[in-house]
């Protein structure tokens, strides 16, 4: 949620903000607060420390019995034109939408009717980066997007591996008129697209409760709709991944379309599926098997990896259990699984193939691989990779990844003739040998 509010005191590290609630809140100062200065700011601006109180309180009411009650007045009702966007300088500043940019970095903007940014915030330490160099207030939505990703390639964030960017938005509350979002839509239509090897897509999330669901969760709205995919879709992974990757990253891991992004609900069963069903409910009491063999078949092997940070991050469904029914056949005495990888062979599987890494774990579901000189993979090579799950009574393989594992110095080698010195004196022997110069 977006607060608004004047400056009435200023100090090296807080500003004090009277809002319109008769509130008096303190914010992180910044170089260009002024006294009397009207601001929007979210919950991420307040010191945590600080508490939303009533001004009668020791420090507030100090303040404000310093300040004329004309004053006052004249505040409360330039904070007023303020909201409601007929401010002096003629900026409306009434928020209509909230747009995030994830790349990492992670950055979201308030918007107002005109599609202009009210305010930036940032999420991580990249995005804080990015809005603290870029002067985005009153800019365009597209132009200050367009600084947006033009600062990340300068900066390095958008590079060969990472290089797509998604922009999501959603409506401010439900008092904002809908006609608007017919505007916001026309505006993302117009941002998609690719440039210099750069992916934008955009999202418009119909739903905006994902905006209080992102600010409760201290993560930008974009990010937030993967999340909640991501899990809708039964996958393992924690908000902390999602805040910490790129989206170039997620879209792998979690293997969804952008352009419909949605958080899907099952599909509604054909009327031969739904005749089955009930037949299986009838007999529940008489027999139990048939109930446990239909929830464990549902189960399916899938395989996500990906490559970041010079390392290869390998997740799979993992079995729960030594037995397991899959594909109609029951499998039983689970041995391992195994991560078997091929330069050529496209769907590769374990004896046929090498394999990576192995667990003997049924609970065991990750594993991350850092490329080194004498290793396995080649450094930038290319290679398939698929988890193949071996028991007792048989084997069967995930779904195929196709990946370039990370790229690493050659070690250098040095000429070296070791020497061993030996000294005697008397009864003792000193022995002195030559130091390796490197690994």
Known sequence: MVYFGTIMEIDKDKTYVFTLDCDMVSLKTKEEYYLGEQVSFTKKDIYKSSNVTKFVHTKQFKILSSVAAVFLFAVIIAS???ILGRGSVGFDERCMAVVSVDINPSVEFNINKNDEIISANYYNDEGKEIVESLDLKGMALQAGIDEVVAAAK?????????????????????????????????????IEGSNDGTSIMAVYIEDNTIFDYAENNDVTIGKALLYQYALSQGLSISLDDIKGSSITELLSLIEVQVDNLEVETQEPTTEEETTTEVAEETTTQATTTQTTTKATSSWTPKLNAYNSNGKLYFEWTPTK???????????????????????????????????LYYSSDYYKSSYIHKSEAGGKLESGGKYYFAITYVFENGSFSSNVRYLTAPTYASPTYVDFNPTLKVTTNGNSVTLNWDVSPSE
């Open 80 to 82: 007023v034109a303020f």
């Open 321 to 355: 259990s030594s037995s397991i029914t899959y594909n109609g056949k029951n499998y039983y005495g689970f041995k391992y699984c195994k991560i078997a990888y091929s330069k050529t062979d496209s769907t590769p599987t374990y004896p046929e193939n090498s394999y």
């Open 154 to 190: 300068q900066l390095g964030y958008i590079n060969e591996d990472v290089n797509i960017v998604l922009v999501s938005a959603t409506l401010y509350d439900d008092e904002t008129d809908n006609s608007y979002a017919a505007q916001l839509k026309n505006v993302l239509q117009g």
